[in-house]
């Protein structure tokens, strides 16, 4: 068993992470193959706000569809208007879950000039997303 231990990354302790106002460390972790933890890591991404936010729009072109989720929710939660150009693409994204979570996060945004592209997205084949 002590040999398989190598290979299994520690689970991240996000409350240090986000004590440490480790950004990167808790983008890392929304790769993390648990839902929770993905969750907690973009929740405390959100709740750092304009802190994080320059790191989050680098990061969201991440190839990894979990990351770029846990981003665009953290992203919703800052509610700064300035992610709102970032976050636009993402409304024609292949995945439902990202152009669910983007519309989502448009909407917490709160930006008026949002509402057309939104009102676009009630066109969407998927119930979620309209």
């Known amino acids: 068993m002590q040999f398989f231990k190598q290979f299994i990354s520690p689970k991240p302790d996000i409350a240090a992470l986000r004590e440490k106002n480790d950004i990167n460390g808790l983008i890392k972790a929304l790769r993390y193959d648990d839902y929770d933890i993905q969750w907690r890591a973009a929740e405390a991404l959100g ?22 989720l846990g981003i665009i929710e953290a992203l ?31 909407g917490e945004i709160g930006d008026r000039q949002v509402i057309p592209v939104l009102v676009r997205s009630l066109l969407d084949a998927d119930k979620y997303v309209r």
């Open 47 to 68: 709740k750092m706000g304009r802190e994080a936010l320059d790191h989050l729009l680098t990061s969201l072109q991440h190839h990894d569809r979990e990351v770029r």
């Open 76 to 106: 919703g939660e800052i509610r700064d208007p300035r992610a709102v150009a970032a976050l636009l693409p993402f409304l024609k994204d292949e995945s439902v879950e990202v152009r669910w979570v983007t519309a989502l996060a448009l």
